[in-house]
């Protein structure tokens, strides 16, 4: 993936190449890619929450996180909002990780009357933001990632599992390679890499949820 923000990258003879993109973040190509399956990772953390007794579930969205996901965190979320009834329906926090300060967080926070959390960027900041408001993690408020990342692992969430999709990566570009297939294809086909369901400390369990 191109990094730290997506966008393009400088251009190359493509057709001497074999091509697979990591992720949407190389914006400009139309080439085949792996990715992760966020619209499947997003609607597990929501299920996993609702399971859990939450019912007003927040998702905090950084704009570099909707553009590196190509809008589908955003788009899951809000699908799944339209299915719940209308006083479960919480609008998200959605600009620049810079605007996502702590006093937002908790206007947010009391005029959304969120009991739950879903984070996707920013995630050791906003936990601390949530600690300082004197919110009680997890029995009075949840907290969960849709991207388990850095220093996470005390925070329930997905793992978008990384591993597979480099292996995933792999096979496509060997698969290319072996078909002689070079340039970039009229008609790009994706793979989707669905993340696992994390358990930690920041949401209740099932038996305390029943």
Known sequence: PRLPDPGPMENLDWGAFSTVAVGYSVTHLNVHRVCTDHTHNVRLCMARLYERGYRRIGLILSREIYE??????????????CLRPAADQVAPLFGPEAEITKARVRQWLREQRVDAVALTSMPLEIQAFIQELGYDVPQGLGLAMVARWGKTDHITGVDERLESLGETAIDVIIALISRNERGLPEYPHYSLIEGRWVERSTVRSLVAAG
């Open 68 to 81: 590196r996901s190509g809008g589908r965190v955003l788009g899951a979320y809000l699908a799944e909002q």
